[in-house]
């Protein structure tokens, strides 16, 4: 069984930079995806982020592309989220997340594990 754990939660004002680590643990990843997810109030959970754990491909959503980047760290079983260039409308709660398979999927309902989630502020 996968679990996932989450850095804390960060503040900054708009243009600041941040990151997000999430660590799993139970087994070594392999041929897995591993993505970012985030949920502003009252809004649904949307794709940020996602890494194919065995070959490092990234993909992002459209909204991030250019500032945010996901990479991971085989040995530590970790993935890491950079934020930069940060808006206001990148509040939210954002979560980890991990499924087995190379497929890359947009759709939160394909990740079977979760982080606790982390909360993200950018000031205005």
């Known amino acids: 069984q996968v679990q996932l754990v989450q850095s804390g939660g960060v503040l900054v004002p708009a243009g600041d930079s941040a990151g997000l680590a999430c660590v799993a643990s139970g087994r070594t990843l392999s041929s897995d995806v591993m993505g970012w997810f985030r949920q502003a109030p009252g809004k649904e959970r949307e794709f940020v982020a996602a890494?194919?754990?065995?070959?490092?491909?990234?993909y992002y959503a459209d909204s991030v592309k250019g500032r945010f980047t996901i990479s991971r760290d085989n040995a530590r079983n970790t993935m890491y989220l950079q934020m930069t260039s940060l808006k206001p409308e990148d509040t939210g709660v954002y979560y980890c997340a991990f499924k087995i398979g190379n497929e890359i999927y947009y759709d939160s309902s394909a990740y079977t594990k979760w982080g606790q989630g982390s909360q993200v502020t950018v000031s205005s």
């Open positions: 890494i194919t754990w065995s070959s490092g491909s990234t």
